[in-house]
C-alpha cells in the first residue's frame, strides 16, 4: 500500500526557518516525482514544485520559486519543504503528493495519485 | 486568480445529477492537455477521482465521470448522495507556466 506520511504541525514566529517532512513507503520512491501543494486557510490548492528524488531534478511553480526549497533524501525515501525566513502569509496546510503520469495526445500528462495527510504550518508572532 | 476557473459552488437533492465545470485557454485544457479531478472531503487531504479526463481510479463509483471537449472539462455526478457533499478541484498542466500543474478554484457541492 502506498503511504506518504508527513511531518506534524509547526508553530513558528515570522523569521524563523522551517523543514517539513514526507516518508513514502510502498512504492520505488526513487523512480517517482513527489511534490508539494499549499491549501492556505478557506483557499484552493496551488501546486509549489515537484522533484525527483533519483537524481534531484526539482522543478518550481513560478510563484513558488525563490520562497521555498523542495530536496529529498532517497536514502530514507523522503522529500522535503523548506523556509529559510517563514512569513505570516507562509501560513498554510501543506500536502506532498505523488506524481504519476502517461503519454497522452503527443505529451506526457501528470496528476497526484497519493496525498500526505498534510501539515499545518502556522507563523505568528 | 486561478489558471483554470471553476464555480465556486454547486448544490443538488440527493438522487440527483450535478456537473461542474472547468474551463481553461489556449496554454492548457485547449492545448490538449487532460484535466484531472479531486475531492476533498471536509477536514480531509485531496484524493483523486478522475484521472485523463474520464479515467476513475479503484475504488471511485462509477457515479463520478468526466469528460473534456475544446478549453473545458466537466465532472458528473449522478445519484448525489450526502456523503458527495465536499470540495471539487480540476487540474491541467499549462505550457505559459515553466511546467506548471495548475488547478481550478475549486467548487463546494452541497447536497441539500
Known amino acids: 500500500e502506498v503511504q506518504l506520511v508527513q511531518s506534524g504541525a509547526e508553530v513558528k514566529k515570522p523569521g524563523e526557518s522551517l523543514k517539513i517532512s514526507c516518508k513514502g513507503s510502498g512504492y520505488s520512491f526513487t523512480n517517482y516525482w513527489i511534490g508539494w501543494v499549499r491549501q492556505m486557510p478557506g483557499k484552493g490548492l496551488e501546486w509549489m514544485g515537484i522533484?525527483?528524488?533519483?537524481?534531484?531534478?526539482?522543478r518550481y511553480s513560478p510563484s513558488f520559486q525563490g520562497q521555498v526549497t523542495i530536496s529529498a533524501d532517497k536514502s530514507i525515501s523522503t522529500a522535503y519543504l523548506q523556509w529559510s525566513s517563514l512569513k505570516a502569509s507562509d501560513t498554510a496546510m501543506y500536502y506532498c503528493v505523488s506524481q504519476n503520469y502517461y503519454y497522452g495526445s503527443g505529451t506526457y500528462e501528470y496528476y497526484f495519485d497519493y496525498w500526505g495527510q498534510g501539515t499545518l504550518v502556522t507563523v505568528s508572532s | 486568480q486561478s489558471v483554470l476557473t471553476q464555480p465556486p459552488s454547486v448544490s443538488g437533492a440527493p438522487g440527483q445529477r450535478v456537473t461542474i465545470s472547468c474551463t481553461g485557454s489556449s496554454s492548457n485544457i485547449g492545448a490538449g492537455y487532460d484535466v484531472h479531478w479531486y475531492q476533498q472531503l471536509p477536514g480531509t487531504a485531496p484524493r483523486l477521482l478522475i484521472y485523463?479526463?474520464?479515467n476513475r481510479p479503484s475504488g471511485v463509483p462509477d457515479r463520478f465521470s468526466g469528460s473534456k471537449s475544446g478549453t473545458s472539462a466537466s465532472l458528473a455526478i449522478t445519484g448525489l448522495q450526502a456523503e458527495d457533499e465536499a470540495d471539487y478541484y480540476c487540474q491541467s498542466y499549462d505550457s505559459s507556466l515553466s511546467g506548471s500543474r495548475v488547478f481550478g478554484g475549486g467548487t463546494k457541492l452541497t447536497v441539500l
Open positions: 522533484i525527483y528524488p533519483g537524481d534531484s531534478d526539482t
Open positions: 485523463g479526463n474520464s
